[in-house]
């Protein structure tokens, strides 16, 4: 079925999660590496594409290696299935409460789905935006001082910092959640109402 080339990788990525991890500004690291601020900025979200001396020279000032920023670049391409798992039949009155990921590796969207009930006292708050959608049965959700009731087909949007809980309110519910991921600082920018 014709060739598969290897895609080329993304740095930029790898590149803001260990500067953010050793919580460097970006002007820091362009005053270790000797490259420009603006430069930088675009490597991170992958607008530039970095020579091998200058990925060094970034590497260098984030205390690691090329090599080992190439190894946790993402694909710029990629095609990932997640099979269904199948649920043991389990003899007995209710079946355990099951979670699954939906998506493999650090990308920017993650995604779960969730079988069943779980700690419905559990209150959740994530930094960045995330819909529920209710692929069978029902749940109630509580989010801002208000309860809402979602059936099979419904979605809730939750835009980042909102406390929420929920429950399933019928057997076997299952409930996918997809989310900008925690590594992603998409937040919204309090003073100027907008996402950085």
Same mark, same amino acid.
């Given at each position: ?7 080329? &990788? ?6 803001? #999660? ?5 919580? @460097?500004? @970006?002007a820091v690291v362009a005053e270790r590496s000797g490259l420009s601020v603006p430069f930088l900025s675009q490597i991170e979200n992958d607008r530039a594409r ?11 000032? @984030?205390?690691? !290696?090329?090599?080992?920023? &190439?190894?946790? *670049?993402?694909? *710029?391409?990629?095609?990932?299935? %997640?099979?269904? /798992? %199948?649920?043991?039949?389990? *003899?007995?009155?209710?079946? /355990? ?24 006292? #559990? ?15 029902? %749940? ?6 208000? *309860?809402?009731?979602? =059936? #099979?087909?419904?979605? &809730?949007? &939750? !835009?980042? =910092?909102?406390?929420? #809980?929920?429950?399933? !309110?019928?057997?076997? !519910?299952?409930?996918? %959640?997809v989310a900008v991921a925690e590594h992603i600082e998409a937040v919204r920018d309090r003073d100027r109402g907008r996402k950085r």
């Amino acid at each position: 079925m014709g060739d598969h080339k290897e895609q080329p &990788l993304r740095v930029g990525a790898a590149v803001r #999660r260990r500067r953010r991890s050793l919580e @460097l500004t @970006l002007a820091v690291v362009a005053e270790r590496s000797g490259l420009s601020v603006p430069f930088l900025s675009q490597i991170e979200n992958d607008r530039a594409r970095p020579s091998t001396g200058s990925l060094e020279k970034v590497a260098d000032a @984030l205390r690691t !290696t090329a090599v080992e920023l &190439l190894a946790a *670049a993402d694909p *710029a391409c990629s095609v990932d299935v %997640v099979r269904a /798992e %199948v649920p043991e039949q389990v *003899a007995g009155p209710v079946p /355990e409460p099951r979670s699954r990921s939906l998506v493999r590796g650090h990308h920017q969207m993650h995604a779960s789905e969730f079988t069943g009930d779980h700690e419905a006292g #559990r209150e959740f708050q994530y930094r960045n935006d995330q819909l529920m959608y209710v692929a069978d049965g029902a %749940v109630e959700i509580e989010a801002e001082g208000r *309860a809402y009731r979602l =059936g #099979r087909g419904d979605t &809730l949007y &939750l !835009t980042g =910092g909102v406390r929420h #809980r929920w429950r399933a !309110t019928v057997p076997d !519910t299952r409930v996918v %959640v997809v989310a900008v991921a925690e590594h992603i600082e998409a937040v919204r920018d309090r003073d100027r109402g907008r996402k950085r």
